[in-house]
C-alpha cells in the first residue's frame, strides 16, 4: 500500500465543534460540510458529528443525496438552493432544507404544489454580491412565502460576510447590521456567521451560525497556528520517503532543473505530487516535517513525487515518516508558500489520497 495518506482524527472535529459551540453559545450549529467537507469525507464527517450538530450544509443537492444514502438523517440545507420541478421535489422528498437565492425559486416554491412543507432560508445579499436577493426582493419574497400551506413556518433570514477573515474589515459591521435590521423588522431567525463570523465577530453570531473551514481546525484568517484561535488540526497528510540519493554541489533536482545544490546535499524523495493535491505551486523551501524538525522542498512539485533537502536532518532512512500538513506544517502554511489559501488545498484533495479516521 501506498504510504501517502490523510488522517482524519474524530476528536478534533468534535474538539473544533465544541470551540465554535462556546463562542457562539446561544445560537444553533449549521455544519458546513460542503466539497467532500472540505476533503476530510462528508460521510465520515457528517456521522461524527451528527449528535453534536443541529443541522448540516452542503453547496449542492448531490451532496445532500450522498449523505442520504450514507445514512445521515440530520437536516441538511443545500447552500446553493435547487433548479427545476425534479431537483425540487428530490430534495424534499429527501428533507433537505432549501437555500432561496433568486424571486423566480420564491415564485416557483409558491406554485408547485406539494405533499411535504419545505423548510426555507432566504438569502439576502448583504455586500457579497454573488447569490441572495436585494432588501426590496427578500422583503417581497418573505411576504409572498407567508402564509403559503407548502411552507415551513418563517423562513431563516441568511446572509454571507464578504469579509469577516480581515479583523479589520470596515464591511462586516455593516453587512450585519443590515441583516440584523430586517430580521428584527419582519421576526424572522437570522444566520450571519460562517468560520470566521464564528471566531472574529460576535455581533454576527444570530439564531444559526454556520462553520466551515474552522471546523477542520484551521484558522480563517489564514493565520499559520490554530492553536491561537484555540483549533485543533483534523488531517494531518503524511508519506514516507520513498527513496534518498547524495548530490554533490552543482547537481540539480527534477524537471527544469529548477534547484541546483550549492553543497554536498542528501535529496529525499516523496510519493506525492499535484495529482494528489499538493500544490504545484509550492516554491523550493515550502516545509515539509520529518524527525521533529522541517525540511525544504527541493526543485518543482511533479504528479506523483515531490524531492526535499534532508542534509539538515540526521539520520533519515528509506521509510521514514513525513507529515506534508498537520499538526506540525499547518495547512495554511503551505497554501501561502503556495499563493493559496488552506481551503484550496483541502478541498482539491484528490481520490487517490484515502482517508483514514482515528479516535
Ligand atoms: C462555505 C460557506 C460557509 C462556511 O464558510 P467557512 O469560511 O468555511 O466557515 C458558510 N456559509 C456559506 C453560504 C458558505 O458558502
Not at 150 to 169: I, K, N, R, Y
Amino acid at each position: 500500500m501506498r504510504a501517502t495518506k490523510a488522517i482524519v482524527r474524530r476528536s478534533a472535529l468534535t474538539h473544533n465543534l465544541e470551540r465554535a459551540r462556546a463562542l457562539a453559545p446561544t445560537g444553533r450549529v449549521m455544519a458546513v460540510i460542503k466539497a467532500n467537507a472540505y476533503g476530510h469525507g462528508a460521510i465520515e464527517v457528517a456521522r461524527t458529528l451528527a449528535p453534536e450538530v443541529d443541522a448540516f450544509a452542503v453547496a449542492m443537492l448531490e451532496e445532500a443525496i450522498e449523505l442520504r444514502k450514507a445514512g445521515v438523517e440530520s437536516p441538511v440545507l443545500i447552500l446553493e438552493g435547487v433548479e427545476g420541478d425534479h431537483d425540487l421535489h428530490e430534495a424534499l422528498a429527501r428533507n433537505c432544507w432549501l437555500m432561496m437565492h433568486r424571486e423566480s425559486s420564491v415564485k416557483r416554491l409558491c406554485e408547485t404544489r406539494l405533499d411535504t412543507k419545505a423548510t426555507v432560508w432566504l438569502k439576502y445579499d448583504t455586500g457579497m454580491h454573488r447569490l441572495g436577493m436585494d432588501r426590496a426582493a427578500t422583503v417581497k419574497a418573505v411576504e409572498s412565502l407567508a402564509g403559503q400551506p407548502q411552507v415551513q413556518g418563517a423562513p431563516v433570514l441568511c446572509t454571507h460576510l464578504a469579509c469577516a477573515d480581515d479583523q479589520e474589515s470596515r464591511t462586516t459591521p455593516g453587512q450585519v447590521s443590515a441583516a440584523r435590521e430586517l430580521a428584527k423588522k419582519h421576526r424572522l431567525p437570522l444566520s450571519a456567521a460562517n468560520s470566521a463570523g464564528v471566531l472574529f465577530w460576535p455581533d454576527s453570531h444570530a439564531d444559526w451560525n454556520r462553520p466551515g473551514y474552522m471546523l477542520f481546525g484551521n484558522c480563517p484568517s489564514g493565520h499559520p497556528d490554530p492553536s491561537s484561535v484555540g483549533l485543533q488540526p483534523a488531517m494531518r497528510l503524511v508519506s514516507e520517503i520513498m527513496a534518498l540519493r547524495h548530490l554533490r554541489p552543482g547537481e540539480s533536482v527534477g524537471y527544469g532543473q529548477r534547484w541546483t545544490a550549492r553543497r554536498p546535499t542528501l535529496i529525499g524523495t516523496i510519493p506525492i505530487g499535484y495529482g494528489d493535491g499538493y500544490p504545484r505551486h509550492a516554491p523550493d523551501g515550502t516545509p515539509v516535517f520529518i524527525r521533529g524538525a522541517r525540511a525544504p522542498l527541493a526543485g518543482v512539485v511533479t504528479m506523483d513525487m515531490i524531492t526535499i533537502d534532508l542534509t539538515d536532518v540526521g539520520g533519515v532512512e528509506v521509510g521514514e515518516p513525513v507529515e506534508l500538513w498537520g499538526e506540525n506544517v499547518s495547512v495554511n502554511e503551505v497554501a501561502k508558500y503556495a499563493g493559496t489559501i488552506g481551503y484550496e488545498l483541502l478541498a482539491g484533495l484528490t481520490r487517490r489520497v484515502p482517508l483514514k479516521y482515528v479516535d
